[in-house]
């Protein structure tokens, strides 16, 4: 089972550490000396060779960068390619995907234990259906390797850990919040909500002076579940899903019903683009990088995206506000990141680790270098001002210090089953209303029907 007992304090210390690491002129802790260099051939090459006769090999590397607008995905092929450069024998083979269609791959390939020799897991309840089935490598002794370990933040690593092994590095630790477009807010003449109500009125107003008001790509289902739970997350308080798992609640609480009401009204006000379920994460995404939306709430991630676009300049960011006036606007939806597992079945598995090794050695450095080190998972070397990063993303940054807690998404909480259920049944709210008592039961009998 993941540890997850005592984990809150060390994520928070963890963007805690982060924040002030990005806001120093010094940058992060010393611990991070790996990152700021490329190991040498020598290094890297000392697990793959074996001999001086090199065998030419392949090593699939399947990733959630297929956009080519975000920084994440050019850092990626720049690794890649210094890879190859000084490892000729070895040729990555990229598999880009978006998110969903990725998971959905994973699931196919691993039904035939197809798994390439790199995949994508997210941390806890997600990733434990894998790891119980025996798909992926231990990666306790290559983390050992040149201080890679020492690179991650505090806490961050227990997320992927099952009885004492580790399965799967993550590129993020983030937290969840509202970008807005300066410029729009101000032709319509609507300020920074500080309530949900204000924000459903904010979206009215928008709504009559012709603006899209709101931009998400809920094709991939597990966007509207991130922003309906952080509006749970005002209603209730954090736990409110452990507490359905420890019996001390349902999902007929009065909390969640509440939070299935608040997050229709914000529908049925017009706040997302027509055919919102047609739209994936990048398609949705680049509705507000272009300008053509007005908010956008997603993780922390999604800034180094935003930095790079059109609207860079016009972007400020606001904490998700308080819902018929409960809730801690500090506390956040925490989202340790997706992250790279390596399969016990692949053929070149000593040169598969080699390979992610040296990734996550470079990751940092390159991520900083691309204005894309905003919310990944390990310490940053670096002054985030004077290497040119926005107001914005300072911004962004400093809310790191105000966390005090919160919850994790949905489907890294609840087993497969009971997260499509709910994945599913939130989906539906865009394409009609319903009842929210309907709802609520929708989820009491996914969750009865997919207990352990």
Not at 98 to 125: C, F, G, H, M, W
Not at 290 to 312: H, L, P, R
Not at 323 to 350: C, R, T
Not at 400 to 423: C, E, I, R, S
Request: aromatic share 10%; with cysteine; proline share 4%.
């Amino acid at each position: 089972m993941v540890k997850l007992n005592g984990i809150w304090k060390a994520v928070l210390a963890g963007t805690l550490a982060l924040s002030l690491a990005a806001c120093g002129s010094n940058g992060g802790s010393g611990a991070n000396t790996g990152a700021s260099s490329n190991p040498s051939p020598e290094q890297s090459a000392n697990a793959g060779s074996g001999g001086d006769k090199q065998e030419n090999i392949t090593i699939t590397f399947q990733n959630i960068y297929p956009d080519p607008t975000d920084p994440k995905h050019n850092m990626m092929k720049k690794i890649v390619e210094q890879y190859e450069s000084e490892h000729p024998n070895v040729k990555i083979e990229l598999d880009s995907l978006n998110t969903d269609q990725q998971k959905l791959k994973l699931k196919t390939q691993a039904a035939s234990r197809e798994v390439p020799d790199i995949t994508i897991v997210n941390p806890a309840a997600q990733m434990q259906p894998f790891v119980e089935a025996g798909l992926f490598a231990p990666l306790n002794d290559m983390v050992e390797q040149n201080g890679l370990k020492d690179t991650f933040q505090e806490g961050i690593l227990d997320w992927y850990t099952f009885d004492g092994n580790l399965y799967a590095l993550p590129d993020g630790n983030n937290i969840g919040l509202v970008y807005y477009n300066k410029e729009l807010f101000e032709q319509a003449g609507v300020q920074v909500p500080t309530t949900f109500e204000e924000m459903v009125d904010v979206v009215k107003k928008l709504k009559e002076k012709g603006i899209q008001p709101m931009a998400i790509g809920e094709k991939d289902t597990w966007t509207g579940s991130f922003l309906f739970m952080n509006v749970l997350l005002r209603t209730n308080g954090p736990g409110f899903l452990q507490d359905v798992l420890d019996g001390k609640k349902t999902f007929e609480d009065p909390a969640f019903v509440e939070a299935v009401d608040a997050f229709q009204s914000l529908i049925q006000a017009g706040a997302f683009q027509e055919g919102a379920t047609s739209f994936d994460y990048n398609a949705g995404e680049n509705l507000f990088k272009t300008g053509k939306a007005a908010m956008y709430y997603m993780g922390s991630w999604a800034t180094g995206g935003i930095e790079t676009s059109s609207v860079n300049g016009k972007v400020g960011v606001f904490k998700f506000p308080t819902v018929n006036g409960k809730g801690d606007v500090n506390e956040f939806m925490l989202a340790p990141g997706s992250a790279f597992a390596i399969s016990a079945d692949s053929k070149h598995l000593e040169e598969t680790k080699d390979f992610l090794n040296y990734f996550m050695l470079n990751f940092p450095k390159e991520a900083f270098a691309v204005k894309g080190a905003v919310g990944i998972a390990q310490k940053v070397e670096g002054d985030f001002k004077a290497a040119g990063y926005s107001d914005m993303a300072m911004e962004v940054l400093s809310m790191f210090k105000d966390v005090k807690g919160g919850d994790l998404a949905f489907d890294n909480t609840m087993n497969p089953g009971t997260a499509q259920g709910h994945l599913t049944s939130i989906q539906n709210l865009f394409v009609q209303k319903k009842d929210s008592a309907e709802v609520a039961k929708e989820h009491q009998t996914a969750y009865e029907s997919n207990k352990q």
